[in-house]
Nanobody, 122 residues
Framework: QVQLVESGGGLVQAGGSLRLSCAAA????????LGWFRQAPGKDREFVAW????????YHSDSVKGRFAISRDNAKNTGYLQMNSLKPEDTAIYYCAAGGIVSSNPKRYDYWGQGTQVTVSS
């Protein structure tokens, strides 16, 4: 079992930046792929980015590529999502997740945090 807790969400203006954190319980954090997903009201959960267990492989969705950056610090059992040049359409609840393989499919992830709200005003 892996317990994940997101933090760092809030209200920002368009063009601003925000860094989300995902704190993981236990000692097995580095064995899991870390993914970030988001869900806006009335929409399906959308893939944002993933990073492999040791951080050697990274992938960002086209919608956030060049603006967002996923990272992790396994010594701190923490993952991050740095969000720059935020747009109103980035408004959503952001979730971190842990899974056994690198994937953009939320069904491949076994553990999920509670989510943190990100609201971008225009």
């Amino acid at each position: 079992q892996v317990q994940l807790v997101e933090s760092g969400g809030g209200l920002v203006q368009a063009g601003g930046s925000l860094r989300l954190s995902c704190a993981a319980a236990g000692r097995a954090f580095s064995t899991y792929t870390l993914g970030w997903f988001r869900q806006a009201p009335g929409k399906d959960r959308e893939f944002v980015a993933w990073i492999s267990g040791r951080g050697g492989n990274i992938y960002h969705s086209d919608s956030v590529k060049g603006r967002f950056a996923i990272s992790r610090d396994n010594a701190k059992n923490t993952g991050y999502l740095q969000m720059n040049s935020l747009k109103p359409e980035d408004t959503a609840i952001y979730y971190c997740a842990a899974g056994g393989i690198v994937s953009s499919n939320p069904k491949r992830y076994d553990y999920w945090g509670q989510g943190t709200q990100v609201t971008v005003s225009s």
